[in-house]
C-alpha cells in the first residue's frame, strides 16, 4: 500500500471514529437479525437454499443516483444498509473443503479508500463480522469463484429479479452478482416466476378440487398479458374433462424438474414473519408512528389559507427530520380541495390552498420503520356544513373500521365494516341512489400492513395478535360528479395505524386529532412558525 493510500484510510478512519461517537444508538442489534435468519431456516423445506439480494442503485439523472434505501427483506435478516449484497442461507448447515461449518454467507461491498472519500465509509468484511455478527463473510468479487452447488439442493428460493439495476464499472456489484447466481443456478433464460407459480398451482392441484384450480388459472391469464400465449395453461383451462387436465398436469410436473428455482418459498417465508412485529420491531414503529402524528398537530397549528401544498409537505418533513428520521416512508401527499381526489397526489404544487379542506397522506420513516398517518382539514380553521357531513361519515366509518380488527377476523372485515357506514351515509345525503354506487367514491381498500414497508409484506390470512395495519376509509367527490354541486371537490379520508391485540386494536397514532371538534380546537392553537418570515425573492 502507498503512502498515500494509508494516509487516505487513516483519515477515513478517524474521521468515522469522531462522527460514531454523535449516532443514534437506538437502531436494531445483530441479534435481532439473527433471530430472523433462524426463524426463516425453520420455516424452509428440508435441502433448500435461499439466495437473497441487496437493492439496486437507481439514478435520478446523468450522475446523480437517488438516495440508496436497503432491500427491506435484506435489511431485516441482515442489519446491512449499503448496496452490492448478497446472502445465502441453507436450511441446513454445510460444509466447505476444509471442514468448515456454515448455514449462511453474506457478500459484500469491498472497502475502497477512493470511493469512500466520496461516499462515506463501508463496513468491509472485517465490518459485517465485528457490527452485524456474520462469520462468513466475503467481498463481492469472491461469489464467482466460491464453490457452491446449487445443483445438490432440492429448492433454491429468491426474490424474483427486476430489471432496474445496471452494470457498473468494478466487478462486484449487484449486476455482477446476480449474473453469477444465473450461472451458478443455471437460471434459463426464459424464466417466469408467475407461470412458474401457476405450473405450482396445478402440479399440486387436489383431483377433487379441479375446478377450483380452473378459476385460478384463469384469473392468472386473464391478469398477466406473458401467461396468454402459454400452451400448457390454456390446455388445462381449455380440457373438455378433468382426464386431460390430469395429462396436463404430469406434463408441467416434468417441466418443473427441469430446475430446482423456486420464487415462493422465500417470500412467503417473508410474509409470515414480517406480518407481525416484535417488540424491537415495536419501539420503532411506534415512534414513527408517534413523530407523524406530531407533524399533523403542528401543521393543524401552522396551517392558513395563504399556505401551498409544498409549504405543508415542507411543516410535516422538517418534524420528521427534527426527529431524528432518515426518511419520509413514501412520497408525501398534501392534496389541497379537488386535488385530494387523486388518491396519489404527489406533485404538492398548488400555490394557495385557500379556503379547501386539505387532504394530508404522510408518514414518517425511522431506522427502516414507516408510518402512514391521514388527515383532512379546513385550511381556514372550520368545517363547512357540506366539508362536516362528509368528514363524519368517514370518521364513523373508520370507527367501524378499527372495532373490527381484533384477533381472528378476516383481513378485509374492517373494510366491509367502513364500506356499510360509507354507503349509508352516502344514501342519507342524496349522493349516490343505489348501494352499489359506493365505489364510485370509496374506491379503495381501508387496511393494509405497516412496517419496513408502507404497505408491509403479509400472508393476508386471519388477524394475528401483534400486527399492525391501517384503518382509512375515504370519500372522494371531484369537480363534475353526478351529485349536487355543493358536493364537488370535498376530499376527506382519515387513516390511523392500528396494533392488533388480543385484548382488542389499539390506535397508534391516535394522538393527532381526528374528530372535526379536536381539529378545529388545534387549529386555534399558536404555532411556533406564525412568526418565521422569509425575505421576498423575485
Known sequence: ???????????????????????????????????????????????????????????????VDYVYHQDPNFYYLTGYKEPNAALVMFSETQADAAGNQFDEIIYVQERDARAEQWTGKRLGVEGVKEKLGFDMVFNGSEFENFPLDFA???????????????????????????KTFKEKANYPSDYNPIRNDVYSIISE??????????????????RYEDLKEDEFLNDFVNAPNDDLRKEIKNKV??????????????PMAMAKLRETKTPEEMKLLKKAIEISAVGQIEVMKAMHPNM???????????????????????P????????????????????????????????????????????????????????????????????AGIKASVVGAPFQAPGRAAYEVVAEGLLKLGI?????????????????????DVHDAGTYGPFKANTVITVEPGIYIPEGSDCDKKWWGIAVRIEDDILIT??????????????????EAMMKQPSPLDNFKLPKLD
Do not use: W
Not at 405543508?312 to 416512508?329: M, P, R, T
Not at 388480543?502 to 381539529?519: C, H
Open 205 to 222: 392441484a387436489d383431483a377433487s378440487k379441479m375446478e377450483e384450480v380452473v378459476k385460478t388459472v384463469e384469473r392468472y391469464l386473464n
Open 432 to 452: 349516490i341512489k343505489e348501494e352499489k354506487d359506493t365505489r364510485i367514491y370509496f374506491p379503495h381498500g381501508t387496511s393494509h400492513y405497516l412496517g419496513l
Open 502 to 519: 388480543e385484548d382488542g386494536p389499539i390506535n397508534l397514532s391516535g394522538l393527532a386529532p381526528r374528530t372535526t371538534e379536536a381539529i
Open 308 to 330: 401551498s401544498e409544498t409549504e405543508i409537505q415542507g411543516v410535516h418533513e422538517y418534524v420528521y427530520k427534527k426527529y431524528g428520521a432518515e426518511y419520509e416512508g413514501y
Open 332 to 399: 408525501s401527499i398534501v392534496g389541497g380541495g379537488n386535488n385530494g381526489c387523486i388518491l396519489h397526489y404527489i406533485e404538492n404544487n398548488k400555490t394557495q390552498i385557500g379556503d379547501d379542506l386539505v387532504l394530508m397522506d404522510l408518514g414518517a420513516e425511522y431506522h427502516g420503520y414507516t408510518a402512514d398517518v391521514t388527515r383532512t382539514i379546513p385550511a381556514n380553521g372550520k368545517f363547512t356544513p357540506e366539508q362536516k357531513a362528509i368528514y363524519d361519515i368517514v370518521y364513523n366509518a373508520q370507527e
Open 253 to 266: 410436473l416434468l417441466i418443473q424438474r427441469e430446475n430446482n428455482l423456486d420464487s415462493k418459498v422465500l
Open 152 to 178: 445438490k439442493f432440492d429448492i433454491v428460493s429468491f426474490v424474483d429479479f427486476q430489471n432496474d439495476y445496471r452494470d457498473k464499472n468494478g466487478k462486484a456489484d449487484l449486476f455482477d452478482l446476480i
Open 1 to 63: 500500500m502507498g503512502k498515500y493510500s494509508f494516509s487516505l484510510v487513516a483519515i477515513l478512519l478517524l474521521g468515522f471514529l469522531v462522527s460514531a461517537q454523535n449516532l443514534p444508538t437506538d437502531y436494531l442489534d445483530s441479534n435481532f437479525h439473527k433471530k430472523r435468519r433462524e426463524a426463516v431456516r425453520k420455516l424452509l423445506p428440508p435441502n433448500t437454499a435461499v439466495v437473497l439480494f441487496a437493492n439496486a442503485e437507481r439514478n435520478r439523472a446523468n450522475d
